[in-house]
């Protein structure tokens, strides 16, 4: 028999940290990747400050030379995780990354915006509806603070997610939360509850696990020292 102790007790609630950038070319995450390519850093384009150009060596994830290419959608499904990420986009880019690839944290050039939004780097992002446009139905949860730095810049995004609850019949029993998200070192979110996915996957079942998913198909981005643990 097993006795509870305070070291066991934490191994049993904090994994290890996974890696999911670095040298391991794109193997944490599933085919195809579209146009994602491994640099050494990102710089903005000189020619074009709303694209990335990519320098020599490896650590660095950039989502193709338009910036619209394949998601990112790990191999692996996490339910309550940590996250720790560092992004860098030009001159009004967008993106994201998906918990459960449908609980999205924005990552947005939000650089000088004076009231952030839902839609504003570090924001929950709103539910939207696809017909007859494109169009969001709630303002979703904006950041406490504009914690963005200027386009060009590498900013870090930490996330801890729980995930929501069921019970043994699959009935949800508890909204999943964002327990605390960290921009450029501000906290923008704390204990927040939220009641459905985000975006148009509002509608979806929800689950006690899913894959990470970076966006990628809605301007350029890049990405380094992407960090998971399962708590």
Known sequence: MLL?????????VDS???ELTGEQDFASWKRPVGEWFVAGNAILDPSNPKRLKGEAGSGVIINGATGKTNNLVTKAEYGDVEVHLEFLVPKGSNSGIKLEGVYEVQIYDSWGVKTPKGSDSGGIYPRSELE????HIDEGYAPRVNASLPPGEWQTLDLIFHAPRFDGEGKKVANARFVKVTLNGKVVHDDLEVPTPTGNNWKNKEKAKGPILLQADHGPV??????VRAL
């Open 132 to 135: 007859p446009k494109y169009h």
């Open 16 to 18: 290890e940290w996974i």
């Open 222 to 227: 890049a990405l380094r020292n992407i960090r």
């Open 4 to 12: 509870a102790t305070a070291s066991n007790i934490a191994l049993a």
